[in-house]
């Protein structure tokens, strides 16, 4: 289990699995002898990722952030990402990470794509039914016309059962504006990977953890300059992550991201990279 008390609140690291995408995707411009070093690829140059997903529990909330691939792509995109043929429904992993998945009370989705908020709803009947009957979903709204816009450069990444049947019952709020979702819990939008993609805040007791979500998939994405080759908008990509990385390392921000299926956790140094005594990547608190 990877869990860190953090002021009053309890982070959790909850990986929704592992997946294998094409490294070269990943990594965009690097040459791969770079990048392999941190990311050795199989016989189909794909490097495993993770699916990460946080829970936040406050005094008065229990927050999860992302939702993983959630089991709806059809079984030759399973297989091409080596997902085990049948898939687990990410209640049963929280469970299994020591939360009660009813619990939950707030699900942010930093964006629509698949692999972010998948777990949000679950097939039935045809239907498509939340997966958290509890909480209040948050998205950008930006992110949702975007989505429904079906551009031929990303269409693929957006499944509209993950996100329109909340919206439909009012379940799901499409945020115009950075809010504080719970106190001391905050979305910040900071495009880059996508125009409205949102980066997650939660300050308790003077220590702060981010979740950088796919601005910064893994913890080799700190290096400004190394942008998946997906990204929208690189620049822009690189000019947020400067910024956000800059203030993570000189207020010691505890850092988590999108894909790393090694580290949960991560303090930074004065140049932006994970510090090695203060790296949580095994941490097995309480
Ligand atoms: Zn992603």
Redesign the pocket.
Known sequence: MHRLALGGFEITRIQAGIYHWDGGAIFGVVPKTLWSKFAPADELNRVAMAFNCYAIQTADHTILVETGEGGKMPAKARARMKLPAVHQPLPEIIAENGIDPDKIDIVVNTHL?F??CGGNTVLSDGGARAAFPNARYYTRRGEWEHAHERHVRDSVSYIDANYDPLVESGQMELLDDDREIAPGVKLHLAPGHNRDMMVVTATSGGRTFCFFS?LI?TAAHLTPSWVAAFDLFPLEAIENKIRWIGQASRDNWVCGF??DKDVAFATLTPDGQISPQENYANTDAS
């Open positions: 794509h692999d972010h796919d998939p999108g894909h």
